[in-house]
């Protein structure tokens, strides 16, 4: 089985010229991650940074550059929320210590919790914070690139 993988694995670099998750070759990082946070749950958002800040130390440390982004979408967009965020000073702490960290705010939970609220949910301020359309797709499609996935 392990002989037939690697020879699919060979055709394909020989065929297309490139490894699985080569994808962001040429970007200047080394390394690319991806963090999912869905739940409204301050001790798992703060593993998710703790993680982050772990993946970037380790890498810097190697002189090898990573870049981070934390998917926030359903209940754990409260991480990205100026008004809710339990970790909001952590945010902003991460964006000027780490500018290879961006957070990623899901805009299907943006629409639900407007429609539910009457307004629109506002977020953090920051330049490392962006809205994506949907926060699954967004971390789908990190995955498609080559980006490592995890969920804390």
Known sequence: MKLWFAAVVAAFVLVFGITPGTAQAGDGFAHHVVF????????????????????????????????????????????????????????????????????????????????KEGAAPPLIKSDNVKVVPSGVVQLMTRQDQGWHYIRP
Not at 45 to 61: D, F, P, R, S
């Open 36 to 115: 999912h946070v869905d739940d409204n749950d301050k001790a798992k958002m703060n593993i998710a940074l703790n993680n982050a800040a772990n993946v970037i130390k380790y890498y810097e440390g190697k002189s090898q550059k990573v870049q981070v982004e934390i998917v926030a979408y359903g209940p754990g967009l409260h991480m990205l929320r100026d008004d809710t965020s339990p970790v909001k000073q952590r945010i902003e702490m991460f964006a000027m210590d780490y500018d290879t960290v961006g957070f990623a705010a899901c805009g299907n939970t943006i629409t639900g919790m407007t429609k």
